[in-house]
């Protein structure tokens, strides 16, 4: 059984940290390229960063681009989304997803980010 599970997501001042974590199972993650897509209250999906199998190319959404740092570790099966200097609008349920299509079907349960004063 394919699983996804994230974690890592919180309450954050402005211009603090966070490091989320996403532990797959269930198929072979290194063949894989994986996402990270967000939604905001009341918004869509929104996609955030992609990277490919083996970790050697990363692409980031503008609105999050020299702020979030998209990671993998293959031997752990874990993908990881470094976020710096946060702001109250990346304030949203964080998804990691199989894949780097607009296909955001194969995604874990999310964690809540919330960045506020």
């Known amino acids: 059984e394919v699983q996804l599970v994230e974690s890592g997501g919180g309450l954050v001042q402005p211009g603090g940290t966070l490091r989320l974590s996403c532990a797959a199972s269930g198929f072979t993650f290194a063949n894989y390229p994986m996402s990270w897509v967000r939604q905001a209250p009341g918004q869509g999906l929104e996609w955030v960063s992609r990277?490919?199998?083996?970790?050697?190319?990363?692409y980031h959404a503008d609105s999050v681009k020299g702020r979030f740092t998209i990671v993998r570790d293959n031997a752990k099966n874990t993908l990881y989304l470094n976020m710096n200097s946060l702001r109250p609008d990346d304030t949203a349920m964080y998804y990691c997803?199989?894949?780097?299509?607009?296909?955001?079907?194969?995604r874990g349960q999310g964690t809540q980010v919330t960045v506020s004063s």
């Open positions: 990277i490919n199998g083996g970790g050697s190319r990363t």
């Open positions: 997803v199989i894949g780097w299509t607009d296909d955001y079907s194969r």
